[in-house]
């Protein structure tokens, strides 16, 4: 199949696949992240979560709006706001959502996903009713559209390489709060043995509650981040949750640095199959593979080994 | 607005209802009203028809994924059932319509549709979106014997005496646009590009027949599941093939995702190098997917806003002060408007709001007031229409370039294209 193509061509092409598929890692980290945190962390299933995505994307199209009509000469730098300002607006609708619904529900996980499938279609339907059922469009600064050209056949996006930088900052920074920090021991203690954090003096509500809240807060920066490359209208979560889950749950779910490694085996998979085959058979297989050696480890790539 | 042929010789004088309306009504309204006719002379058939009122469905998703497209049709009808009223009606009938909700979900219309007909006894219903929605309504139209009348662009392959197509079947949305890329860019390969599912899937398999039959090539064919949002290996595939033409029929959330990549990916639509040609993108899609990332490319459809001529001005107008001043309107909105005007011309050419009258008196109504210009329903229950291609500017809106000098003939089930 690569006989009509000359040398150079077929590197660039194998170097363009090869930043694809790390743009595509980047994005499941980035994506699955907030919801790693929850799931792996407390153990509960937010269904949604690309609602959580979504009200960041808003968030980041209001500030847009902003920007343009209060102070155009600011408009370059509106994005970086807009992701504060996402985190910040998710950050508190987590942890209310927490308070409000999700601490009542510790003990019964599988109440938690109708519960949270339940906001979801709340979530949904708010934003039908606030922002109109259409999609909106959030426009970027000039600097952030278009390419690097390296050479004629290989150019880089610019939005690509700046999701990848901030997929790494903030696995970074999740990396720190959890293992090199005193609020991240609280919340390693309270998920090994929460009878005993709580005997040694944790405060196990505010932990939870912090924690769900900083992955919805991820989340939105996430949301944030994907009006760079993808749609924001009232149901464009919908289109995240699938490949979200699959991450977390395929790289363990207690681990973050198995949903690392499985969103990097994933995208990897995917985005070599795509270029091979068709689109849809891509996804077929990466399915079967995923579901393939799920069977064979049923606790995903990476467990966290904890005595019970 | 005037339709023309709509005059009957059935209408009677019935002067003893004018007083329910009141001083409400213009003249129009009160010359109808002289010729109303009796509601059980007009319905035989147990419609909800009263001597001043008739009730119709509107029947699309307002809720749910489907929502970001048919808001747009039930405004357009909403608008159309308006303008009728303040016309004078249908058969000198106020027109009240019944709305409910798919919520995107087919069994759900398939369960309104039923409701709408049975319950409510609706003359028509304007309605449906997606071919999934319209193939699960199909069965209960044809059981209760309703009218329905579909706005979308869609994959023919379906005749039904129930069913009014008011958008394009594929070959009149395809072959023209083929023809034009042909002769205007001098195009000789293709790459066919969809979503993953029955609309693109014909739409491409019409397309490929054609270019076969120009002598033309197709270079790729390929189709991505609904609501992807990766489509940097495809460019990339793109980039490798060097087609002249990318053939999109990519729907939804997707669309945003894959004009925004191909952008990124330094693919610059306006050098048309490669060109692209979509037949799903229409001035709705791009407010998603935003102007600047979709600027350049062709689109071939039969309806664009920008089309200058004095039906579609007003349309606009009417349109913008119903709606508001940001709406965009798209090919399906337009095409969604004509249903209750044809309905209305069909129901008066009749003299009765009976199914199987509006049936018979289908076939042959004009409609000169259409924003596209003129049409005229085939035998076959689809739109003679024209076929055009507009280009996509910065603003959203699209350039209108080209359009067929005659009108396209519908042809549902297209010989040697199958």
Known sequence: MFADYSMPELMSIF??????????????????????????????????????????????????????????????????????????????????????????LYHRPLDTLLATWGLSLILQQTYRSVFGAREVGVSLPDWMMGSIAVTDLVEIPINGLF?????????????????????????????????????????????????????????????????????????????????????????????????????????????????????????????????????????????????? | MKLSKTQTSTRRSSWTRRHLLGGLMALPALFALSSNALASEVNTTGLAVTDDTVKVGILHSITGTMAISETGSVQAEKLAIEQINASGGVLGRQIEYIQEDGASDWPTFAEKSRKLLVNDKVAAVFGCWTSASRKAVLPVFEQYNGMLYYPTFYEGLEQSPNVIYTG?????????????????????????????????????????????????????????????????????????????????????GSNVAFYKQMKAAGVDLTKEKPLLMTISVTEDEILGIGGENVEGAYASMKYFQSLTNSNNEAFVKAFKERWGDDIVIGDVTQAAYLGPWLWKAAVEKAGSFDIEKVQAASPGIELTTAPEGYVRIHENHHLWSKARIGQAQTDGQYKVIYETEELMEPDPFPEGYQ
């Open chain 2, 168 to 252: 394009q079947e594929a070959t009149q949305q395809i072959l023209a646009s083929i023809d034009w890329l042909k002769e205007e860019k001098g195009a000789k390969t293709f790459y066919l590009l969809g979503s993953d599912y029955i609309w693109p899937r014909t739409s491409n398999k019409i397309a490929r027949k054609h270019i076969d039959k120009l002598g033309l090539k197709v270079v790729g064919e390929e189709y991505y599941p609904l609501g992807h949002t990766q489509f940097n290996s495809v460019i990339n595939k793109i980039k490798l093939k060097k087609p002249d033409v990318i053939f999109a029929s990519v729907v939804g």
């Open chain 1, 163 to 308: 999701v990848m930088v901030l997929s790494l900052l903030i696995a970074f920074a999740v990396y720190l709060l959890m293992f090199r920090s005193g609020w991240g021991r609280q919340v390693r203690a309270v998920v090994q043995n929460r009878p005993m954090a709580e005997a040694v003096g944790i405060d196990s509500g505010r932990v939870d509650r912090v924690t769900f809240a900083l992955g919805c807060g991820i989340a939105g920066v996430a949301g944030s981040a994907f009006t760079m490359i993808g749609s924001t209208g009232p149901t464009s979560g919908q289109l995240y949750i699938v490949d979200t889950f699959l991450v977390v749950v395929f790289g363990g779910a207690q681990s973050l640095l198995g949903t690392i490694a499985s969103a990097f085996t994933i995208s990897q998979a995917q985005s070599t199959m795509e270029f091979f085959l068709s689109g849809s058979m891509a996804k077929v297989l990466t399915l079967l593979f995923v579901v393939g050696i799920l069977m064979l480890r049923p606790q995903g790539l990476f467990a966290l080994k904890v005595r019970r």
């Open chain 1, 15 to 104: 170097a363009m696949q090869g930043f694809a598929g790390l743009s595509l890692f980047s994005i499941f980290v980035l994506m699955a992240l907030g919801l790693a945190i929850i799931f792996g962390q407390m153990g509960v299933i937010n269904m949604a979560h690309g609602e959580f995505m979504i009200l960041g994307a808003y968030t980041t199209y209001l500030t847009a709006q902003v920007f343009e009509s209060v102070m155009p000469g600011l408009y370059g730098g509106y994005f970086f706001v807009a992701m504060i300002l996402a985190f910040v607006v998710t950050f508190a609708l987590g942890a209310l959502v927490e308070w409000l619904m999700i601490r009542h």
